[in-house]
């Protein structure tokens, strides 16, 4: 396994930002419930709740970052490329084209 396409593809399905993005607001959540919980004597069960469910999530997560893209206009299932290096097609070179002409746009001067 090539570890470069590996990654490579990681980034292409967008697996990588959905991580750093999932870890950021988890680290907000139990940020803001370590401070707002003892506040509304919340027991101490539901943080390691919290934080079990946090952690367990973030797998779930990735699954689905890899599988799934999230876009504006909903969500669609990721399609794989295939194994085989894509060829680029060469452009043939066209004929001449020998019928140039020059346009000039009228130009009204509307300002003082």
Known sequence: MDIRRYIKELKR???LRSAITY???AWLIAQ???IVLPVFNAPQDFMKN???VLTAG???SMVFAWVYEFS???I???QAISAEPLKAEIPKKQGVDTNKKLV???FQNIGS
């Open 50 to 52: 919290l934080i079990f």
């Open 58 to 60: 973030f797998p779930i």
């Open 32 to 34: 803001v419930s370590a």
């Open 72 to 74: 504006p206009k909903g």
């Open 23 to 25: 870890l950021l607001m």
């Open 13 to 15: 399905r967008k697996v």
């Open 76 to 78: 669609k299932k990721i």
């Open 104 to 106: 000039f746009l009228p």
